[in-house]
């Protein structure tokens, strides 16, 4: 089976950055859309970055401006470069694999999200 594994977070102050990763195994080829998900204590999981196999990106509002997430196909990981980050931003990220949506606008994020990794925890002091 998909196995995601994420590394990276970690506690910094806000305004500072930091970069997720997400190691990918346990399939071959396999045109996965990849997201990043965050969930803080009390708040539902929020999906924060999405990235299909071909590299279009949507991102959340929240996010948007400040994440960037990318993919390097050879080292079979995804990133999420997280700048300017707030306190707001301090959650549990997660990795997490599925299919793709596309409207007439293009690329509309990850759907049906099959493998999670574990979770990497973020958290930003003002």
């Known amino acids: 089976q998909v196995q995601l594994v994420e590394s990276g977070g970690g506690s910094v102050q806000a305004g500072e950055s930091l970069r997720l990763s997400c190691e990918a195994t346990?399939?071959?080829?396999?045109?996965?859309?990849m997201a990043w998900f965050r969930q803080a204590p009390g708040k539902e999981r929020e999906g924060v970055a999405h990235?299909?196999?071909?590299?279009?990106?949507f991102y959340a509002d929240s996010v948007k401006g400040r994440f960037t997430i990318s993919q390097d196909h050879a080292k079979r990981t995804r990133y999420l470069e997280m700048l300017s980050l707030k306190p707001e931003d301090t959650a549990m990220y997660y990795c997490?694999?599925?299919?793709?949506?596309?409207?007439?606008?293009?690329?509309?994020?990850?759907?049906?999200?099959?493998?999670w990794g574990k979770g990497t925890l973020v958290t930003i002091s003002s």
């Open positions: 346990g399939y071959r080829g396999g045109g996965f859309c």
């Open positions: 997490a694999a599925g299919g793709s949506r596309y409207s007439s606008g293009g690329f509309d994020g990850c759907s049906g999200m099959d493998y």
């Open positions: 990235i299909d196999s071909e590299g279009s990106t």
